[in-house]
C-alpha cells in the first residue's frame, strides 16, 4: 500500500537554525509530493509540492527535492523564524487515484527566539 | 473571501447525540473531502465527492453519513456520537486540473 513516514517530533530549534524534517514514502507509481503546513488553529495549507523526480518545490524558504532513488521529500530551510513554529505534513498523491492524499503523521516545530 | 469554510468551529455535545458539521467552497472546485484528524495530529481521509457523487469512502463507522447537495457543499452528518468521535474535522476542496487541496479551518467536536 501508499505510505508516508515522518521524523517523529517535536523539534525545538533556536531561531535562525537550519532546519531538516525527514519524509520518505512507499507508493506503487510515481507519486506527487507534498509539504502541508498547519499553523496553530488554523486548516493546513500547501507549502510547496513537486511532481516527478527530481523536481524541486520551494516557497517561503523551504525547499524539498523529490528524490525517487531513495524515495524521499526531505523538507529544508536554512534559517528559521519564530513564525514557521507549526505543524509540518509530508503527503503524496497518485495519479488517478480521485486526487486522494496521504499524509504523514506530522512534524511539531517550535522556534525559539 | 474565504475559501472552503466551515461551521461551527467548535461543537460540543453529549454522547449519544446527533449532529451535523457543514462545508462550503467557493472556488468551483469539483472535489471535496471530510478528513479527521485525531488528537495527536494524524490525519485520516473520510470521504471525498466528485460532482457530488461519492468516489472514496474509508472504513468509517456508518453514523457517519456525507451529504453534498450541490457541488459547492458537502455536509458532514453524524449519528449517536461517541467518545472516540471527539477529533477535529477539516473539509477539503480541489479542482480535477491541480493536486493542491484547500482545507477549512476545521471543526473541533468534544464528546462529552
Known amino acids: 500500500g501508499n505510505s508516508v513516514t515522518q521524523m517523529e517530533g517535536p523539534v525545538t530549534l533556536s531561531e535562525e537554525a537550519f532546519l531538516t524534517i525527514n519524509c520518505t514514502y512507499t507508493?506503487?507509481?510515481?507519486?506527487?509530493l507534498f509539504w502541508y503546513v498547519q499553523y496553530p488553529g488554523e486548516g493546513l495549507q500547501l507549502l510547496l509540492k513537486?511532481?516527478?523526480?527530481?523536481d524541486k518545490g520551494s516557497n517561503k524558504g523551504f525547499e524539498a527535492t523529490y528524490r525517487k532513488e531513495t524515495t524521499s521529500f526531505h523538507l529544508e530551510k536554512g534559517s528559521v523564524q519564530v513564525s514557521d513554529s507549526a505543524v509540518y505534513f509530508c503527503?503524496?498523491?497518485?495519479?488517478?487515484?480521485?486526487?486522494?492524499?496521504?499524509f504523514g503523521s506530522g512534524t511539531q516545530l517550535t522556534v525559539l527566539p | 473571501d474565504t475559501a472552503v469554510s466551515q461551521t461551527p468551529k467548535y461543537l460540543v455535545t453529549q454522547m449519544g447525540n446527533d449532529k451535523s458539521i457543514k462545508c462550503e467552497q467557493n472556488?468551483?472546485?469539483?472535489?471535496m473531502y471530510w478528513y479527521k484528524q485525531d488528537s495527536k495530529k494524524f490525519l485520516k481521509i473520510m470521504f471525498s465527492?466528485?460532482?457530488?457523487?461519492?468516489?472514496i469512502n474509508e472504513t468509517v463507522p456508518n453514523r457517519f453519513s456525507p451529504k453534498s447537495p450541490d457541488k459547492a457543499h458537502l455536509n458532514l452528518h453524524i449519528n449517536s456520537l461517541e467518545l472516540g468521535d471527539s477529533a477535529v474535522y477539516f473539509c477539503?476542496?480541489?479542482?480535477?486540473?491541480?493536486?493542491?487541496?484547500?482545507f477549512g479551518p476545521g471543526t473541533r467536536l468534544t464528546v462529552l
Open positions: 507508493a506503487t507509481g510515481y507519486p506527487s
Open positions: 503527503a503524496l498523491r497518485l495519479a488517478g487515484s480521485a486526487r486522494q492524499l496521504t
Open positions: 465527492y466528485n460532482n457530488k457523487e461519492l468516489i
Open positions: 472556488l468551483g472546485h469539483d472535489t
Open positions: 513537486a511532481t516527478k523526480a527530481d
Open positions: 477539503a476542496s480541489t479542482r480535477q486540473s491541480t493536486d493542491t487541496q484547500y
